[in-house]
């Protein structure tokens, strides 16, 4: 039988009659002291947590007691040393699997998975963690993306609203810029190669007023009664819009169909995150550049729409 807690020397003796108060107490003495004891399954003390230096790293997602050494932003717990991070993890916290009565007994069952209950508890964890700095984690991203995430996001909102601020969250949450596949034709050949798709967030730049002595029709500027697109503007840039450009930069290269359907599923959760991250009273546009062009003459490739290429857009929102 598990022997009471050492701490019930200091209490009156009427509170040794019941064994709860004794094992109750445990649970403090543990904490404080770091006691071995089987039946807390090991769990380190906070004296041990924190000379370990994981009561301080815990809230925030890089977990640098996993890592001593690792000078990298966000060292990866998934790949191929996950169990055994998950492992150590799992000494300094203590998540035990659910008991399964019927395990060993049906034909069928298995014993609980530890691994796979902390996994969930480590889950469960990062979305609190998130609820501090108002993110919700998406459901299909996995644990190294919503530390990445959550690590970012308070940076995020010092740029909420700013070209540069949307462009960080796009590239954040799309895993931008992608290196896809397809072909380039380099001298009249054909051959596979990979090309890198990325984004860019800019405030639209048209043409500036210029004053002049002489006037010449489509030079000069004329004052109008509202503004139309691609006008002179007094400050060099559009008010109230940004343009959100998906940029592959090489004029010989031709993606994959993959990389096509990709990029087509790209486009419509792109307006959901600018939608949301977009102040109030600005637009924006999306183009992808290049769109739709015709390859060298002589070259093997034949363009399928929405196979092999994409239309151009610009869309105003």
Do not use: H
């Not at 004296?47 to 977990?63: D, I, K, T």
């Not at 998934?78 to 659910?98: D, E, H, R």
């Amino acid at each position: 039988m598990t022997a009471p807690s050492d701490w019930l020397r200091y209490l009156p003796a009427i509170y040794g009659r019941e064994p709860f108060v004794g094992l109750f107490l445990k649970v403090f003495q543990k904490l404080f002291t770091g006691i071995d004891d089987a039946q807390l399954d090991g769990r380190r003390g906070i004296q041990e947590l924190l000379a370990a230096e994981v009561v301080g790293n815990l809230f925030y997602p890089r977990f640098s007691f996993l890592f001593p050494g690792d000078k990298s932003f966000m060292p990866p717990i998934q790949g191929k040393n996950q169990q055994a991070l998950l492992t150590l993890f799992n000494s300094f916290i203590g998540v035990q699997a659910p008991v399964d009565p019927l395990a060993g007994q049906v034909v069928g069952t298995t014993a609980p998975d530890t691994q796979a209950a902390f996994t969930a508890w480590l889950n469960d964890f990062l979305a609190w963690l998130a609820g501090w700095i108002d993110l919700v984690p998406d459901s299909g991203w996995g644990i190294d993306k919503k530390r990445m995430v959550i690590a970012q996001m308070p940076a995020l909102y010092r740029l909420r609203g700013t070209p540069a601020g949307i462009e960080m969250l796009c590239d954040l949450l799309f895993d931008l810029p992608w290196t896809v596949n397809g072909q380039v034709v380099q001298n009249g050949q054909t051959q596979d190669s990979t090309g890198t798709v990325s984004l860019e967030v800019a405030n639209p730049a048209p043409p500036v007023i210029t004053v002049t002595d002489v006037y010449a029709r489509g030079q000069s500027f004329v004052l109008r009664d509202s503004y139309t697109s691609g006008m002179p503007v007094v400050s060099g840039q559009a008010p109230w819009v940004f343009s959100v450009r998906l940029i592959q930069r090489d004029p010989n290269f031709f993606p994959s169909n993959s990389a096509v359907v990709q990029l087509r599923d790209l486009l419509p959760k792109l307006r959901v995150v600018l939608d949301a991250a977009r102040p109030a009273l600005c637009r924006y546009t999306i183009q992808v550049i290049p769109g739709m062009r015709l390859p060298p003459t002589g070259s093997s490739i034949m363009l399928v729409l929405n196979g092999n290429t994409l239309l151009g857009s610009q869309e105003a929102t």
